[in-house]
């Protein structure tokens, strides 16, 4: 199976991956030192039940149906890769915006770059809530 078809048949998982997942946020967090609204994470959590639930799983875990063969990554540990901040530091919104836009293809990440900008935003807040160290620690510089 080509590459491509894997991409298309993990977006399919990806509609039915996260239906019950965590409930709707009522109140805004507090995420890498800026208050996030509700109705933004909310919208996060939808794209992401959409997109990136199958492989990075309901609870961010990088355990979903589609994510045999894969390793994406736990977004509960708060590790990142492909980051422009240092050692240990939390990388920047414009990193993970970075990612979720080009992909890593070669670790079986698919690009989203038709996504509008507001929808990449709040994707990369969402992504935030499943660890705590956004909680306690601000955004790399």
């Known amino acids: 199976m080509s590459l491509n078809i894997k991409f298309i048949a993990l977006a399919a998982v990806a509609t039915l991956a996260c239906e019950a997942g965590p ?4 109140e805004a967090q507090v995420l890498g030192g800026v208050s996030i609204p509700a109705d933004t994470l909310n919208h996060g959590q939808k ?15 990088g355990h979903g149906p ?19 901040t240092p050692g240990d530091a939390l990388p920047t919104d414009t990193d993970l915006a970075a990612t979720i836009k080009q ?5 079986g990440m698919p690009a989203w770059g ?18 705590p160290r956004w909680r306690s620690a601000p955004t790399g510089p």
């Open 114 to 131: 038709g996504l509008r900008d507001e929808d990449v935003a709040a994707l990369v807040s969402y992504i935030k809530t499943f660890s």
């Open 103 to 107: 992909g890593r293809v070669d670790k």
């Open 23 to 26: 409930p709707p946020f009522t």
């Open 66 to 84: 589609a994510a045999r063969g894969l390793q994406p990554r736990d977004f509960r540990a708060a590790n990142f890769l492909y980051k422009s």
């Open 47 to 61: 794209l992401f039940n959409r997109y990136c639930g199958s492989c990075h799983g309901a609870d961010g875990g």
